[in-house]
């Protein structure tokens, strides 16, 4: 059967997002000045920046939402980008799971209160990949999907189960973490990664997975990222790893090939915000993958997606099709890379 299209599971949320006047100290007042709603969670992002990328092959659906009103907004837009919802479950178990966004108007400082809600429902049983014809499985947020996050009795995490299904059912797999302060990443994570082909982790979740510090900023080590990047092969991951960060990114891939993307140079005044840069970045990666475009062009969308979701607060209004990101990157330019 020859695959073509591409399912992603996981996290399904609704961010409302509120732009307030300061960030106000404990029992003290702020001014909501503005509030919409938008798409959030590995899964939406991943597949609604496909679309909006112009993606031409099929897309999928696969996860929970709640009985109420932003579950059928979600199960609307999805509609108006072609995307699939056979698998996008309605629950009356819980509420569709949200985030509230405050956004200080002054510096663009987000803080985030999120409610977990029919994304914690979701189980391997949930997933069905025998009628799928889709050649990519993306998946995240792992640390974010309290069902798929469980340990099973050979102590894996459940979303271990989902992988290896996905798998054997012929469906190259992709996997993104939440960065989740604590300790889950090595006992959560870690057992997990012989059943992905592709991991993306940003710099916080590489070093939480391996140990390696690679830095931030200025500061950022290339060569600890290339040893971070082989550490993550070494633990399974069994076909490429994409570390990235502000400053880019780095493929490392179990043929031993390294490929740097340096950032695009966004001016400042072109950023309304970072939300969802990271999905971003992912999805231009995945869509270079499918099209079997060659690494460094592929990596080159990447960023150039990402570089392009900043021109909105949210984390998938601003991207336009991959021809017209790429020529946003080449336009203004690239960072150099670390040394």
Not at 78 to 100: E, F, K, M, N
Not at 181 to 208: C, I, K, M, Y
Request: hydrophobic share 45%; with cysteine; charged share 20%.
């Amino acid at each position: 059967m020859s695959r073509t299209g591409l399912i992603a599971g996981g996290n399904w949320i609704t961010d409302h997002v509120k732009l307030i006047d300061t960030w106000p100290p404990q029992d003290a007042l702020a001014n909501i000045l503005g509030e919409s709603a938008a798409n959030g969670g590995s899964a939406y992002n991943v597949l609604k920046n496909l679309a909006r990328l112009g993606a031409p092959f099929p897309l999928e659906a696969v996860g929970l939402v709640g009985d109420d009103a932003d579950g059928r907004a979600i199960l609307a837009d999805c509609a108006v980008h072609g995307i699939r919802t056979d698998q996008l479950r309605t629950t009356r178990a819980a509420a569709t799971s949200y985030t509230d966004v405050m956004t200080v108007q002054s510096n663009g400082r987000r803080t985030f209160f999120h409610q977990r809600g029919a994304n914690a429902l979701l189980r391997p049983e949930h997933f069905d990949f025998t009628g799928t014809r889709a050649r990519f499985f993306h998946l995240g947020y792992l640390l974010l999907l309290d069902g798929l996050d469980a340990l099973e009795p050979d102590g894996r995490p459940a979303a271990a189960t989902v992988l290896a299904r996905a798998r054997a059912a012929g469906l190259i797999t992709s996997v993104d973490c939440v960065s989740e302060a604590g300790s889950r990443f090595r006992s959560h994570v870690v057992p997990a990664l012989s059943e992905v082909d592709l991991l993306f982790a940003n710099d916080f979740e590489t070093e939480q997975l391996t140990g390696v510090t690679v830095g931030r900023g200025d500061g950022l080590d290339r060569r600890a990222v290339e040893r971070a990047a082989r550490a993550l092969l070494a633990l399974g991951v069994r076909s490429l790893v994409l570390v990235h960060s502000p400053e880019g990114v780095c493929a490392c891939s179990a043929t031993g090939e390294t490929v740097w993307q340096p950032a695009v140079r966004v001016p400042p005044e072109l950023v309304a915000g970072t939300t969802g840069a990271g999905d971003a970045l992912a999805a231009g990666v995945l869509y270079g993958l499918h099209q079997a475009w060659p690494l460094p062009r592929t990596l080159e969308l990447g960023v150039c997606a990402a570089a392009v979701s900043l021109g909105s607060p949210t984390c998938s209004d601003a991207l336009v099709p991959a021809e017209e990101c790429l020529a946003f990157g080449r336009r203004h330019g690239f960072a150099v890379p670390p040394a």
